[in-house]
């Protein structure tokens, strides 16, 4: 079975600094996606940028970017310039190829960032 | 992209009661999810509910407990039996998209069992 570990349950960041949530994952398997969700406090799950393991390429999504490791297992999120509506509980989550779209994602406990203004 | 709505948004029960919560989606999909997150904590998943068969829970989640229907493509309900306080949650519903791979989500259902 797939794991998914977020270490750090709270991290907090200067407005307009950049600052990188860090996701760790176990897994036997060679194809998989990868996810960063964000849920804000109107607990709707957002999906901020996703990751196909075989992409050696890094995905961005304009002030969001992953550095995928592969051989290491780590999926990293960077957000440059944080803004205020960046504070939020993020989830790093991992999901099959196995079964398409009816694969289910695991999810990592998650991580809250805080923006100071 | 799907659109998912849940009904209802909130609910406030006494223990021992039952609530249903409907989950819509915009478009036709196979498969449908249902999660659980506890206060402050990670999403657990309870059970894939496919259209015309059973739903398959996860380890810890049973159908008594959980009862799920599926009677078409766009819908489904999952049933809280029985409450308890711990069963104060926020529930989700989720359909899989089949390019690229993402999941999205209902905006959940916050049950406060009392």
């Known amino acids: 079975a797939q794991t998914v570990t977020q270490s750090q349950p709270e991290m907090s960041v200067q407005e307009a600094e950049t600052v990188t949530l860090s996701c760790t994952y176990d897994?036997?398997?060679?194809?998989?996606?990868l996810f960063w969700y964000k849920q804000p406090p109107s607990r709707q799950m957002i999906l901020v940028i996703r990751q196909e393991a075989y992409k050696q390429q890094n995905a961005t999504e304009n002030r969001f970017s992953v550095n995928f490791q592969k051989a290491a297992k780590s999926f990293s999120l960077k957000i440059s310039d944080s803004q205020l509506g960046d504070a939020a509980m993020y989830f790093c989550?991992?999901?099959?190829?196995?079964?398409?779209?009816?694969?289910?994602?695991?999810f990592g406990k998650g991580i809250t960032l805080s923006v100071r203004p | 992209s799907a659109v998912i709505s849940q009904k209802p948004s909130r609910d406030i029960c006494q223990r021992g009661t039952s609530l249903t919560i409907q989950c819509q989606v915009d478009?036709?999909?196979?498969?449908m999810f249902w999660y659980r997150q506890q206060p402050g904590q990670s999403l657990t998943l309870i059970a894939t509910a496919n259209q015309g068969s059973e739903a398959t829970y996860e380890s810890g989640f049973v159908i008594d407990k959980f009862p799920i229907s599926r009677p078409n493509l766009t819908f489904s309900t999952l049933t809280v039996s029985n409450m308890s306080p711990e069963d104060s949650s926020i529930y989700l519903c989720?359909?899989?998209?089949?390019?690229?791979?993402?999941?999205?989500f209902g905006p959940g259902t916050r049950l406060t069992v009392t």
């Open positions: 989550a991992y999901r099959s190829l196995g079964a398409g779209a009816n694969s289910k994602l695991t």
């Open positions: 897994t036997s398997e060679s194809d998989y996606y």
């Open positions: 478009s036709q999909v196979t498969m």
């Open positions: 989720s359909v899989g998209a089949r390019s690229p791979y993402e999941q999205y």
